[in-house]
């Protein structure tokens, strides 16, 4: 008897392969997704925003960790025509939920931005192209800058006239203090780490606290994110925290996904985390 031979795909895995690669094919094929996590109104548990999360779907290896691919994009430079990507796909979905759920008309989206991408010649010209062509309102698009942005007044500036809110993200961590005295800055985002000892021993809460004081005296608005417990919920709500973000209300979700939690008002378990 004459045995048909099979031919298996080889087996792939993250340290068999080059992603500096991997990552030129992904742009070309375009293998990028995006999932969304809201940010919730501390005050009333709605949905205020989204963040647009970058995901790389590797046709063999699955989802690529951020961690992995954003140093090689930063160094070669693709994360600009990704980040091109990205804007235009979040301004794309925001449209659509706008037009589907006429009764949050300030729903707005954030993605964030690197150095590399605010410092390209023409990303302000492409942000004002991507809010034309999708027909958003500039105030409903939120860019989260890296700490260090505040190397880069004049683009920071500019995207600042078009109107278009500018958050620094994991607000205490690196030179954002330097960042939020600089920059036409309209929120900060509290870094993770002040957010899980908030609701610690006072002597571990005490850096939120100071660092949303200072925010609070800039008149920015004030987020926090990886929330998880109701614990650091209602810390940062008894703080003056406006918003917050994390698994305790919602995990990153698809578009539908979002879609249905906007059709309720709230975020999974959004208004009774807090209660």
């Known amino acids: ?9 080889p087996r792939l895995s993250r340290g068999t392969v080059d992603l500096r690669e991997e990552l030129v094919g992904a742009v070309k094929r375009d293998d990028f997704a ?3 996590q809201p940010l919730i109104d501390l005050q009333n548990g709605s949905i205020a925003a989204v963040e647009a999360l970058l995901r790389w779907r590797h046709p063999l290896l ?12 930063e160094e070669t430079g693709l994360i600009v025509p990704i980040g091109e990507r990205v804007l235009d796909e979040a301004c794309r979905q925001l449209r659509t939920w706008h037009l589907g759920f006429s009764r949050l008309p300030s729903l707005s989206v954030s993605i964030n931005i690197s150095l590399r991408q605010l410092g390209e010649p023409g990303f302000v010209k492409g942000v004002a192209a991507a809010l034309d062509r999708w027909e958003i309102l ?4 939120t860019l989260e800058l890296s700490p260090g942005c505040g190397t880069l007044v004049g683009p920071a500036t500019a995207l600042a006239h078009l109107g278009v809110s500018l958050v ?3 607000f205490g961590a690196g030179d954002t203090l330097l960042d939020l005295r600089v920059l036409p800055i309209t929120g900060v985002k509290l870094h993770a780490a002040f957010v899980t000892a908030a609701a610690g021993p006072v002597e571990e809460g005490v850096f939120a606290e100071a660092l949303l004081a200072i925010a609070q005296a800039r008149r920015v608005t004030t987020m926090g ?11 940062l709500a008894n703080l003056g925290c406006d ?5 305790l209300y919602s995990k990153p979700l698809g578009p539908e996904g979002i879609g249905t939690l906007l059709s309720r008002g709230v975020s ?3 208004a009774r985390a807090l209660g």
């Open 1 to 9: 008897m004459v045995e048909t031979a099979r031919l298996e795909r």
């Open 34 to 36: 995006l999932e969304y």
């Open 62 to 73: 699955g989802t690529i960790p951020v961690a992995d691919y954003l140093p090689i994009a």
């Open 138 to 141: 500039a105030e409903w698009l």
């Open 168 to 170: 620094l993200d994991d």
């Open 225 to 235: 994110k990886g929330v998880e417990t109701r614990a650091q919920a209602r810390r």
């Open 243 to 247: 918003l917050a973000q994390g698994y």
């Open 268 to 270: 999974a378990g959004g």
